[in-house]
């Protein structure tokens, strides 16, 4: 029986040697995704920049010529940078989580369910039961609902291990700038192909911007955590002979859990690839979805409180690392107030389309270009 348990532990042993080997590679390809895409999003910056400089000035002339691009070019032109740092992104870690799966010679690349494919759609998820004024089926908006999938997973996420709460610590702001690149593909899409204001366009770049504050704030939340803790995690990091001994539970095997992905970054993804897929018929759809992002961002910060609470009362972590986490709520209630005022502009500024669907005259299609 011994015999038996020494091979169970050399096996053990083994299985987390090869996953650990398996896994620095892919953590340092994930690395240099990340510095090249910040580096093409600066780069696309520049001139993005000169050409918002140029679409503010051109922006009056053109209303009034009815002549160039103008503030749409200007519009456009803020978005080049986060476009084609995403763009880099997008292709390098899909590169590295391909060679990390090849390497591991299974078909899976996390512990848990990935994000959802669910191919390309060309409508937002109906409601049941509610219908517009002509009969036709009202839509809700994509953002909200893939966000509010987050929120629901998230709730019942329960990390086994300390190591799985650092991922998620980790993980924050990669979660935020995928749902801030989702609303940065609706910006575009708004001042590029949507029949719709600039200035609606301009209020989901201020939601954009914020999000992608509260990004920049969770990065705090990881920093805090490995200098305040850095003794407890140099136990997994760089353990002493017999490490286990000072365990307060039993032994944990499964070194993998030291390369965990975070839950809450990967189902953030999940927001991105989808939304970056949407491709609306109506002006209505879109409506629904400038009305979807005050919920889809409340979402996100109820995954965050929950994660905060749970720091601060559940996990074993200092205080100062629960207050990280919470303080990041904080630029999402900016990201939310500043989404709550796209659809009143969208409202005010296209009030004669939008009168052509909620009350439609006789024969109303007859207009239809």
Not at 8 to 17: I, P, T, Y
Not at 204 to 213: D, R
Not at 341 to 352: C, F, G, M, S
């Amino acid at each position: 029986m011994s015999s038996r348990a020494a091979q169970a532990a050399r096996a053990r042993a083994g299985r987390a040697k090869a996953s650990a080997k398996r896994a620095a590679p892919h953590w340092a390809r994930s690395v240099g995704a990340g510095m090249a895409a910040v580096g093409a999003g600066a780069l696309a910056a520049v001139p993005g920049l000169v050409a918002a400089a140029g679409g503010a000035a051109l922006g009056g002339l053109g209303r009034v010529l009815r002549v160039g691009p103008g503030a749409r070019l200007g519009l456009a032109g803020l978005m080049w940078g986060p476009r084609a740092g995403a763009w880099v992104w997008r292709r390098l870690i899909k590169r590295a989580r391909r060679l990390r799966d090849t390497a591991r010679g299974e078909g899976v690349s996390t512990d848990f369910t990935e994000p959802t494919d669910v191919g390309s759609t060309t409508a937002a998820p109906v409601l049941a039961g509610a219908h517009g004024s002509r009969g036709e089926a009202m839509t809700k908006s994509v953002f909200a609902a893939r966000a509010e999938q987050v929120r629901d997973t998230y709730s019942r996420y329960s990390p086994p291990t300390m190591l799985c709460v650092a991922a998620e610590y980790r993980g924050l702001p990669d979660g935020l700038r995928s749902a801030a690149a989702a609303l940065g593909e609706l910006a575009c899409a708004t001042a590029e192909r949507f029949p719709a204001h600039p200035q609606v366009g301009a209020a989901v770049v201020a939601t954009y911007l914020h999000t992608m504050q509260a990004a920049e704030a969770a990065e705090a939340v990881d920093v805090a955590f490995r200098e305040l803790h850095r003794e407890d995690l140099a136990r997994h990091e760089t353990p002493r002979n017999g490490e286990r001994m000072w365990n307060i539970g039993e032994h944990r095997a499964d070194g993998a859990l030291a390369f965990r992905q975070s839950h809450f970054a990967a189902s953030c993804e999940d927001v991105r690839t989808v939304y970056a897929r949407w491709a609306p018929e109506k002006m209505m759809q879109v409506l629904a979805e400038y009305e979807g992002l005050p919920e889809g961002l409340e979402s996100l910060a109820h995954a965050i409180h929950h994660l905060a609470t749970l720091s601060g009362e559940a996990y074993p972590v200092h205080q100062d690392v629960a207050e990280a986490v919470a303080g990041i709520g904080n630029f999402l209630k900016r990201a939310v107030s500043s989404a709550q005022e796209i659809l009143p502009i969208a409202r005010r500024l296209h009030a004669v389309d939008i009168s052509h669907h909620e009350a439609p005259r006789p024969g109303e299609d007859m207009w239809d270009v």
